[in-house]
C-alpha cells in the first residue's frame, strides 16, 4: 500500500523555468492539497481538490496551477519559476465522513524539495 | 481573521511529561487536530478533538476547550524519538484545515 506518492523529490530550477509536481494516491480519497512549507511558517494551503474534475484556490495559490483530470491524481505546476518558490511541497489526501464532510485525517506524502535559483 | 498560536520550541527531559498548548481563533470550529513531524519528513496525523475533555492515546493525550479556544496536548514518558515538531491545526466552517507553525520539541537525555 503505497499511500501518497510525489514525484520528484528534489529538484533544482532555474528562475523562469517551468515545472510539474505530480501527487498520486491510492486510497480512493476525495480531497487533495498541495501545500508548501517555509521555515517558521507552517503548512500553507496551494490549491486544493474535493473531487475528480474540480479544483479550488487555497492562501498562497499565484504562480501556480493545478488539475486533477484524475481522482488519484493532483498535478501541481509552476508556470514561471521564481526564487520566492523556493520551499518544501508536500501532498496530501483525505477521505469524506460518511455525512460526505472532509474527516481532517490528511495522510501526507514524502515531500518535493524545490530550489529555485 | 483565522489565527492559531503555540510555542515555537520546547525542551524537556528523556522520561518526563511535557504539556505543548494551542490557542485559536478560526471561522467556525469542526474539530482541531495535532500532527507529528520528524525532521525531513512528512506530518502524520496524531489526534482529534471535537468534543470538550481529555482523548488518551497510550503516552499522547489531547484535551480541548471549545469556550476557551484552547488545546493541549500531553506526552508522556517522553522518549528520544518524540524529539519532533508538534502541529495544531483546526478544522473551520468551511471543513478546511488552519495549521499553526508548529512546534519544536527537544528531548535532552
Known amino acids: 500500500n503505497a499511500g501518497v506518492t510525489q514525484t520528484p523529490k528534489f529538484r533544482v530550477l532555474k528562475t523562469g523555468q517551468s515545472m510539474t509536481l505530480l501527487c498520486a494516491q491510492d486510497m480512493n480519497h476525495e480531497y487533495m492539497y498541495w501545500y508548501r512549507q517555509d521555515p517558521g511558517m507552517g503548512l500553507r494551503l496551494i490549491h486544493y481538490s474535493v473531487g475528480e474534475g474540480t479544483t479550488a484556490k487555497g492562501e498562497v495559490p499565484d504562480g501556480y496551477n493545478v488539475s486533477r483530470l484524475k481522482k488519484q491524481n493532483f498535478l501541481l505546476g509552476l508556470e514561471s519559476a521564481a526564487p520566492s518558490q523556493t520551499s518544501v511541497y508536500f501532498c496530501?489526501?483525505?477521505?469524506?465522513?460518511?455525512?460526505?464532510?472532509?474527516?481532517?485525517?490528511?495522510?501526507f506524502g514524502e515531500g518535493s524539495r524545490l530550489t529555485v535559483l | 481573521g483565522q489565527n492559531i498560536d503555540q510555542p515555537t520550541e520546547m525542551t524537556a527531559t528523556e522520561g518526563a511529561i511535557v504539556q505543548i498548548n494551542c490557542t485559536y481563533q478560526?471561522?467556525?470550529?469542526?474539530?482541531l487536530f495535532w500532527y507529528q513531524q520528524h525532521a525531513g519528513e512528512a506530518p502524520t496525523f496524531l489526534s482529534y478533538?471535537?468534543l470538550d475533555g481529555l482523548e488518551e492515546k497510550g503516552r499522547f493525550s489531547s484535551f480541548l476547550s471549545r469556550s476557551k479556544g484552547y488545546s493541549y496536548l500531553l506526552l508522556k514518558e517522553l522518549q528520544m524519538k518524540d524529539s519532533a515538531s508538534y502541529l495544531c491545526?483546526?478544522?473551520?466552517?468551511?471543513?478546511?484545515?488552519?495549521w499553526g507553525a508548529g512546534t519544536k520539541l527537544i528531548i535532552k537525555p
Open positions: 478560526t471561522s467556525g470550529f469542526n474539530g
Open positions: 496530501a489526501s483525505s477521505y469524506s465522513s460518511s455525512g460526505g464532510k472532509n474527516t481532517g485525517e490528511l495522510f
Open positions: 491545526a483546526v478544522m473551520d466552517s468551511n471543513y478546511q484545515l488552519i
Open positions: 478533538n471535537v
